[in-house]
């Protein structure tokens, strides 16, 4: 049971552009650097690495007490996104993503930075609670985005 949480953890943290947590476990993979995968990302997988350059982005402004006002378009375009793999979404998804879209009106909409880092917080933890069901592996990597 021990042994198999340990693989667990070790394998969420090395993957990164993939949901499988098991995949990129084997002892070739070096655990400090990780680079993108180079096959073609799907169309949902494209939105979320957005999505993820954005909230970096978003959280280095913060930090340096600047409002971020930059946007993705289309963000409900991932409800009709195809996935990797058709296991990745399931009859949950699209609940998630309309509170997903609700958080990142609230950050649009925050006009202070204290505001906005609240709204970005809020956010985070909408990635995560969407990413507990259907993609953990990158869950480790999106918590980094929380600004304490
Ligand atoms: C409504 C559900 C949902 C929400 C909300 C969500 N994700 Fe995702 N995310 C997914 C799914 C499903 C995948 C797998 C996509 C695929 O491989 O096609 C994914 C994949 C990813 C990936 C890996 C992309 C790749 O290149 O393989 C990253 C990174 C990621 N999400 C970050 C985020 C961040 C950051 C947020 C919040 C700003 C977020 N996600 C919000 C469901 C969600």
Same mark, same amino acid.
């Not at 953890?9 to 990780?34: G, L, M, P, Q, R």
């Not at 939105?47 to 978003?58: A, N």
């Not at 930059?70 to 409800?79: F, P």
């Given at each position: 049971?021990?042994?198999?949480?340990?693989?667990?953890?070790?394998?969420?943290?090395?993957?990164?552009?993939?949901?499988?947590?098991?995949?990129?476990?084997?002892?070739?993979?070096?655990?400090?650097?990780?680079?993108?995968?180079?096959?073609?990302?799907?169309? &949902?997988?494209?939105?979320?690495?957005? &999505?993820?350059?954005?909230?970096?982005?978003?959280?280095?402004? &913060?930090?340096?007490?600047? +409002?971020?006002?930059?946007?993705?378009?289309?963000? +409900?375009?991932?409800?009709?996104? *195809?996935? *990797?793999?058709?296991?990745?979404?399931?009859?949950?998804?699209?609940?998630?993503?309309?509170?997903?879209?609700?958080?990142?009106?609230?950050?649009?909409?925050?006009? *202070?930075?204290?505001?906005?880092?609240?709204?970005?917080?809020? +956010?985070?933890?909408?990635?995560?609670?969407?990413? *507990?069901?259907?993609?953990?592996?990158?869950?480790?990597?999106?918590? &980094?985005?929380?600004?304490?």
């Amino acid at each position: 049971m021990l042994n198999k949480l340990f693989f667990l953890a070790v394998a969420i943290s090395v993957s990164f552009y993939s949901c499988d947590t098991a995949e990129e476990s084997s002892s070739t993979v070096k655990k400090s650097t990780w680079s993108p995968k180079m096959d073609e990302p799907s169309e &949902l997988a494209q939105i979320m690495r957005d &999505l993820h350059e954005e909230g970096l982005q978003r959280k280095a402004s &913060l930090e340096k007490g600047e +409002l971020f006002s930059g946007s993705v378009d289309n963000l +409900l375009k991932m409800i009709a996104a *195809t996935p *990797t793999e058709p296991h990745m979404k399931g009859p949950a998804f699209e609940p998630h993503a309309m509170a997903f879209n609700a958080s990142y009106g609230a950050i649009q909409s925050a006009s *202070t930075v204290a505001q906005q880092i609240e709204a970005h917080n809020n +956010l985070v933890k909408s990635c995560v609670a969407c990413h *507990t069901n259907f993609c953990q592996g990158p869950i480790s990597r999106i918590e &980094l985005l929380y600004i304490h």
